[in-house]
């Protein structure tokens, strides 16, 4: 095998592994929104109990004689 096969042999696959890499990236990027998502979600629902449960507290100090 000559250099210059060997060489396009070599750009070859390390195109290839960037384009690989490219797309499992791209994946975990996804998920990681994804995720960003959930906790954003998480954090409103957490956020909105405890106002709730603030609420049922105050409601039952004044019904409370």
Request: proline share 2%; hydrophobic share 50%.
């Amino acid at each position: 095998m000559s250099i210059r096969y060997q060489l396009i042999a070599g750009f070859t696959i390390l195109i290839m592994i960037f384009i690989m890499d490219f797309f499992v990236n791209q994946r975990l990027s996804n998920e990681v929104l994804q995720n960003t998502s959930y906790i954003s979600n998480s954090e409103s629902v957490i956020r909105n109990s405890n106002m709730l449960h603030k609420e049922m507290i105050e409601m039952s100090i004044y019904l409370i004689p």
